[in-house]
């Protein structure tokens, strides 16, 4: 219920084993600044230690759902792609969608105490 922007750009959550690589594709919503830490403690897929990307923008890519197809018995499940389908793909015509996918390009990896630091206001 709060701007997800920081003045450090948009923070995303991920599971402490989340590997390291120059693009990331999340279903998980950017997270406010004033939930950060609560995120990070309640979550149990966080386990406490998040890695946190911090994103200079995280566009739509696309979705994750089912593909269904229509035969002779009616309505029936076509496909359940095991990643995310891209916005444009030919199957979004008869896709049902569950949730939405950013991909996050221009990010930069920091640990829980370094964002807790950077956001805090500087003491003079």
């Known amino acids: 219920m709060r701007p997800a922007r920081t003045p450090l750009g948009f923070v995303f959550l991920a599971g402490p084993d989340a590997p390291e690589r120059s693009s990331v ?3 998980q919503p950017p997270v406010c600044r004033k939930h950060i830490a609560s995120a990070a403690r309640l979550c149990p ?12 923008s995280a566009p739509l890519y696309g979705v994750h759902g089912i593909v269904y197809g229509y035969g002779r018995d009616g309505i ?19 896709f049902l969608a569950s949730q939405l996918v950013r991909r996050l390009t221009s990010f930069r990896t920091v640990d ?13």
């Open 76 to 94: 029936h499940v076509a496909a359940r792609p095991d990643g995310p389908l891209p916005y444009g793909h030919a199957n979004t015509r008869t």
């Open 45 to 56: 897929h966080l386990d406490g230690r998040p890695v946190v990307y911090l994103a200079q």
């Open 25 to 27: 594709l999340t279903a």
């Open 112 to 124: 829980l105490e370094e964002l807790t630091r950077e956001l805090s206001p500087s003491v003079a």
